[in-house]
């Protein structure tokens, strides 16, 4: 059975945020240009297994997996959309903690119909609050950025956000362009993402907006920011950054900069360098936290 024509497929990859999925679900439900809605649940424990009967009718699926990544998860559940229904012609990609209406979706979807050089297309990314984010959408990353990222000595030292357009860039424009859009919630279309080769499952986690902005770039396609429409980005799982998402992000970082930005050898030692004092920050911080617990 093909998707209706003109028609959104959604995808919402879950790791232990059951109440926001399934009230994602009921949001986009109400959204007349969304189809097809796909929840992958990668939770492992904790899941919504037994949580999941708003999805058991007609034009949803349900997937449970073990967690394999953001990459590989979205991938999962985009295949399973196009093996049910076909290939749609706009893909939704969110995290259940968004808070989105039927306009922003509107929005977004017309601006890629009417702009054949664009891929992809997000609204403008507000926190929780409603203040507008700070990185909505960024330039392409650079070593030297990157490096301020990896260390807080080196965050002072060579200074942080490099990659950020200034404020005034999102303001009085329907849209702007940008290297690279949040990858809490955006639209992208189908055919440009099966032509760029989908997700690289080689990213377990981090950097994989910027790893999917190189590759539409590779293939002629451009991204935008739509400024007037927004959605909030509640954060609703913890973000702190502990030491196993430390590594995993800096393994996505010299990934992203071997693989897609073609860093030379000085970058990528210069890279693991600020690896290792990152590491040892972090393992600093977690003593200083466990002496002050037990005193």
Request: aromatic residues 8%.
């Amino acid at each position: 059975m093909t998707a209706p024509a003109g028609r959104v497929a959604a995808v919402i990859l879950n790791h232990k945020d059951n109440a926001n999925a399934l009230r994602l679900v009921r949001t986009l439900r109400g959204c007349a240009e969304i189809g097809p809605i796909c929840v992958v649940d990668n939770s492992e424990t904790g899941g919504l297994t037994g949580w999941e009967e708003p999805l058991k009718e007609s034009g949803a699926l349900f997937l449970k997996t073990v967690n394999d990544g953001y990459s590989k998860g979205n991938n999962l559940g985009i295949s399973a959309v196009e093996s049910q229904w076909g290939l749609p012609e706009i893909f939704l990609v969110a995290n259940p903690d968004i808070l989105i209406d039927a306009d922003a979706v509107a929005r977004c979807v017309r601006l890629l119909r009417t702009h054949p050089e664009l891929g992809l297309a997000a609204p403008r990314m507000l926190h929780g609050n409603g203040t507008p984010h700070d990185l909505p959408g960024w330039r392409r990353r650079t070593v030297r950025g990157d490096l301020a990222y990896s260390s807080g000595i080196l965050a002072r030292t060579l200074g942080m956000r490099r990659e950020a357009y200034p404020p005034s860039y999102w303001d009085d424009r329907p849209f702007v362009r940008v290297d690279c859009a949040a990858g809490a919630c955006f639209f992208i279309k189908a055919s440009a993402l099966r032509a760029c080769g989908y997700f690289d499952e080689r990213s377990f986690l981090f950097y994989e907006e910027d790893i999917l902005g190189e590759k539409l770039r590779r293939i002629g396609l451009g991204e935008a920011v739509c400024t007037d429409c927004s959605y909030r980005h509640l954060e609703g799982v913890s973000t702190a950054v502990s030491l196993r998402k430390y590594r995993i992000m800096q393994r996505s970082r010299t990934y992203y900069h071997r693989v897609y930005r073609r860093a030379g050898s000085a970058a990528l030692l210069a890279l693991r360098a600020a690896t290792a004092l990152g590491t040892c920050e972090c393992l600093l911080k977690q003593a200083l936290q466990t002496f002050k617990l037990k005193k």
